[in-house]
């Protein structure tokens, strides 16, 4: 897209590189045509064929018995925790940094009535298992809550879109099983795992009864998510779907578009990955004392760069990255986000581009220096 912007005035030459999301992703022209001539019905009854098909192959490849399209990550998070958390005074347990208990506006307290224990999340997305075997509430009396449910995300979105790794999960889905509780994946990005790691989506998810993903992430479709299970898991999320008005019609048509996602989207995640530690690499080159990033942490699509806010403020540094001058070299708008105080947050997918990332990596250095040198003033 091209367009200027100087001064804060939109003009018409400059290329806009939006990376604050991959959620701003648009759907191809494959996943438009098979949304045109999608075949539909009624999903509430069962009956659209479509939606029936991307629940199968989703179901099988994420290896459990079934699964449920449903509008958003964060309603498949939400029903989720209704159906593992459907006892009266119950707590899940998850991460400090965890999307369900950052982004997702308290719904587990809010909707679901149930509170939540927090353990610390570590730098790479994981929690001390100790600290989680403490957080499990054994034999408890009248005057506790009931813990019922693990919550992990995977990727990590605060962590910088870090992969759990395998033999984590694997300690965790046991602890579970020891205590008769149960693990849920937030796992929006679970692909990105899947393609970073090298392993199937089925493995990755192998140690939680339950797993979701977002079909309208990095894999480009333009609604919905997966939440996948066991079948009798699948027939209480259904109900809970329903009295979230979730109950969809002719969702086939959306559907369409997530089954195109699932043929032609995994595999291409690796450009991505490369296109972020692209970035990181740019930014590392300049050997800045205001502006960090960790390159042997950077996985997949999603990267950090984390600023010294007493020499630059975030809000100061996105508008400076999208703001083009005239005596700016780079005529680029490069667009972030902030999610904590002192980085902002760079996300790649697949409408971005190789000259894209090359026109990105010359604006944020361009600006790095900028800072850099009034900095020695």
């Given at each position: 897209m091209y367009e200027k912007i100087i001064n804060g005035d939109v003009h018409g030459d400059v290329r806009i590189v939006d990376l604050r999301s991959d959620t701003i992703s648009k759907?191809?022209?494959q996943m438009r045509e098979a949304m045109y001539n999608a075949v539909v019905g009624d999903d509430v009854y069962g009956e659209d064929p479509t939606v029936a098909e991307l629940e199968r192959r989703s179901a099988e490849l994420l290896g459990k018995e079934d699964a449920l399209f449903v509008v958003s990550g964060t309603m498949a998070n939400l029903i989720a925790i209704m159906v593992h958390?459907?006892?009266?005074g119950s707590e899940l347990i998850s991460g400090d940094n965890g999307h369900t208990f950052r982004f997702e506006q308290g719904g587990s307290a809010q909707i679901?009535?149930?509170?939540t224990a927090l353990v610390k999340n570590?730098?790479?997305?994981t929690f001390n298992l100790d600290e989680l075997r403490q957080r499990i509430r054994k034999n408890p009396d009248m005057h506790e809550p009931v813990t019922s449910l693990i919550v992990v995300e995977n990727t990590h979105n605060l962590c910088g879109g870090k992969v759990l790794p395998l033999e984590w999960l694997e300690k965790v889905g046991h602890i579970a099983r020891e205590n008769d509780i149960v693990v849920h994946m937030d796992g929006a990005r679970i692909m990105n795992a899947a393609v970073y790691l090298q392993v199937s989506p089925k493995r990755v998810a192998r140690d939680v009864d339950t797993v979701c993903f977002c079909l309208s992430k990095g894999l480009g479709a333009p609604v919905?998510?997966?939440?996948?299970?066991?079948?009798s898991f699948i027939v209480?999320?259904?109900?809970?779907?329903?009295?979230?008005g979730g109950g969809w019609r002719q969702a086939g048509i959306l559907a369409a578009a997530g089954l195109v996602a699932l043929d032609t989207m995994i595999d291409r995640l690796h450009k991505d990955h490369e296109h972020a530690y692209r970035i990181a690499k740019a930014i590392y080159s300049t050997k800045s004392s205001i502006f960090k990033v960790d390159l042997a942490t950077v996985q997949t699509n999603i990267l950090l760069m984390y600023v010294d806010c007493s020499k630059v403020g975030i809000k100061e540094l996105q508008r400076r990255l999208q703001t083009v001058l005239e005596t700016d070299s780079v005529k680029a708008?490069?667009?972030c986000t902030s999610l904590k105080y002192n980085c902002v947050r760079f996300v790649l997918y697949w409408e971005i581009s190789a000259e894209d990332v090359q026109l990105a990596c010359d604006k944020i250095q361009m600006v790095i220096r900028e800072y850099d040198e009034k900095s020695k003033i």
């Open positions: 759907p191809t022209q958390c459907d006892q009266r679901a009535g149930v509170q570590l730098d790479d997305g919905g998510a997966i939440l996948s299970g066991s079948k209480k999320a259904k109900r809970m779907r329903k009295v979230l708008s490069v667009r």
